[in-house]
Each structure stands twice: as structure tokens, then as C-alpha cells.
């Protein structure tokens, strides 16, 4: 079970988002919020070494998804960061890890535990794409970027893992993974860029 103690704070605390939250976005088209300490494992195995791919693959229980995709299931997700690189979501980093070590043992596999190094920002609403197409060099259109897709990028400079989860109806869900000495800025410039679609901080 991940480490929720009172001692352990994420770097958005000091603003006070769970007593800012709305459970919906009423008349807003935009809402922004933080998912807090979750895992995350990044995963190296060389294109070519099938052996390792094939130890990686048994000890997730999951196929390894190609650059620029994710595999979901829950809260748990594994994104295609390039041909050899995987990033691992999941809710016990520290623990998955040392699992993943010792079931690859023997394997030229990367288990590498790096949850202390990110936190998630969830962008979503009618407005998500527009409101982070204001920073973000990608193109963001339907047409280019579809559910389940995942990219590097920057968002206002500051470099993101960025992860489009659902859109119905027009009213997208994006994770944006981001270093914790970034946090901040991103969700006080991702707040203000959302301030004419109605910002609000979502549960």
C-alpha cells in the first residue's frame, strides 16, 4: 500500500486543492486537480532482446504498448515512452518495483522507481484541449490526438508526459505527468489559461 502518512506532502499541499474542489464542473468548461502519490516505474529493454521484452510482458501480466500509446486497466497504466522505454502507473511504486526486479532477474531489463520525481495533473472539460493548446506546441486536434494516446512534450516549458485517458460527448480527460519542481507553475499557469472557460479545481 503506498506511503500516505501525514509526514508525506505532494508538491501542490500548500495550495489547498481538496478544500477548493468541486465535485463537477457545473456552467465551467474547464477543470484542473491534482492525483496525488501515485507509483511510477520506468521500465528500459533493448528493441531486440526478446527475452527481455517477453520477462517484462510475463512479470506485468500485459503486452508492452508501442511509442505513443497506453495500456489502461483501472488506475493502472503503462505508457509507450519510445522503442525501448515504458513508464509504469500504478499505485505503489516502491513495491512494484522490487517485484518487477526480481521477476526479471537474470534479464538485461531497467526497473527503475521514479514516483518521487512526478506528481499528475488531470486537465479535463469541454475545454481541455483549447485551454492546453495555449502552451503546448503539440497538435491537439481529435483528428491527431485520440484516446489512449500518449506524448512528450511541453506544456508552458515545463516537460510533460502527456496522456489523453477518454473524451465523450467533447469533454476530455488528460493526465499530465510533471517533475514536483514544476508543479506549481504548470497548475498556476494551466488555472489562469483556463480563467475564460471557467477554471475550476476538480476533485
Not at 529493454?45 to 510475463?58: C, I, K, V, Y
Not at 485551454?131 to 491537439?140: E, I, N, T, Y
Not at 508526459?161 to 506549481?184: C, I, P, Q, W, Y
Amino acid at each position: 500500500m503506498a506511503d500516505v502518512s501525514p509526514l508525506r506532502q505532494s508538491p501542490l499541499d500548500h495550495l489547498a486543492l481538496a478544500a477548493r474542489a468541486q465535485p463537477q464542473l457545473g456552467s465551467a468548461r474547464f477543470g484542473l486537480g491534482e492525483l496525488r502519490f501515485r507509483g511510477a516505474v520506468n521500465l528500459r529493454a533493448r528493441r531486440d532482446d526478446a527475452g527481455a521484452r517477453q520477462a517484462l510482458e510475463t512479470a506485468l501480466g500485459a503486452a508492452l504498448p508501442p511509442v505513443g500509446k497506453a495500456s489502461i486497466a483501472g488506475e493502472t497504466k503503462l505508457l509507450g515512452l519510445g522503442p525501448d522505454e515504458w513508464l509504469l502507473i500504478a499505485a505503489d511504486g516502491p513495491a512494484l518495483a522490487q517485484r518487477l526486479r526480481v521477476a526479471t532477474a537474470g534479464q538485461f531489463v531497467g526497473v527503475t522507481d521514479v514516483s518521487e520525481n512526478y506528481t499528475t495533473l488531470v486537465a479535463s472539460g469541454p475545454a481541455a484541449r483549447e485551454v492546453l493548446a495555449k502552451g503546448c506546441p503539440l497538435d491537439l486536434h481529435p483528428r491527431s490526438l485520440k484516446p489512449g494516446d500518449v506524448a512528450g512534450s511541453l506544456v508552458a516549458k515545463a516537460t510533460v508526459v502527456l496522456t489523453l485517458l477518454s473524451e465523450e460527448a467533447g469533454d476530455a480527460r488528460f493526465e499530465l505527468l510533471v517533475r514536483r519542481s514544476f508543479a506549481d507553475y504548470l497548475f498556476r499557469w494551466l488555472e489562469d489559461a483556463g480563467r475564460e472557460a471557467g477554471a475550476v479545481v476538480r476533485a
